[in-house]
């Protein structure tokens, strides 16, 4: 298994522009949900899904959006990027809402 | 969910013991206690947790006191590899997805 997957590990964007991070995992869990990382910070939950078709908005929503078409896939999309989306991202999928959460190694987002 | 407190940071000695306490006084009773770490740059890693019992698996052991406001999770024979940060969480195993990841005990394991 190769866990939970996240691409890129690295991007830089221009104010405004707009992009997708990528996170799958081949568990087969239901549950999967993108935090945020700042600097000496913990994680905060931005979206989550209890599994295909269905997604939900966690603590710091704004700006992203989130769509679950498949079990495995679980995008993260930047709409218009902004520096204060400067972060590292953190994808995490679980086999159900109370069990154990896997995180993957994260992508880490420039925003100029 | 409860609120956590940990110490900001502690060393430890190559191969001795590393104790990590956790102070959660207002725990109910169906909240578990998870422990996640993070070695540096990586995505958080879980650990164990534990309700009430004390728990041990291949990484560590939970000790949870008997009146639940506090534990302490030990890393047996501490290596280098273990510097990281971790983070004790309370948290009920409900319909609440978050996990509430608060600033965590910074452990420098050295030679």
Known sequence: NAGVTQTPKFQVLKTGQSMTLQCAQDMNHEYMSWYRQDP?????????????????????????NVS?????????RLLSAAPSQTSVYFCASSLGVQETQYFGPGTRLLVL | DAKTTQPPSMDCAEGRAANLPCNHSTISGNE????????????????????????????????????????????????????????????????????????????????
């Open chain 1, 68 to 76: 679950r078409s498949t079990t495995e896939d679980f995008p993260l």
């Open chain 2, 32 to 111: 578990y206690v998870y422990w996640y770490r993070q070695i540096h740059s990586q995505g958080p890693q879980y650990i164990i947790h534990g309700l009430k019992n004390n728990e041990t698996n291949e990484m560590a052991s939970l000790i949870i006191t008997e009146d639940r406001k506090s534990s302490t999770l030990i890393l047996p024979h501490a290596t280098l590899r273990d510097t990281a940060v971790y983070y004790c969480i309370v948290r009920v195993r409900s319909n609440d997805y978050k996990l509430s990841f608060g600033a965590g005990t910074t452990v420098t394991v050295r030679a």
């Open chain 1, 40 to 64: 000496g910070m913990g994680l905060r939950l931005i979206h989550y899904s209890v599994g295909a078709g269905i997604t939900d908005q966690g603590e710091v929503p704004n700006g992203y």
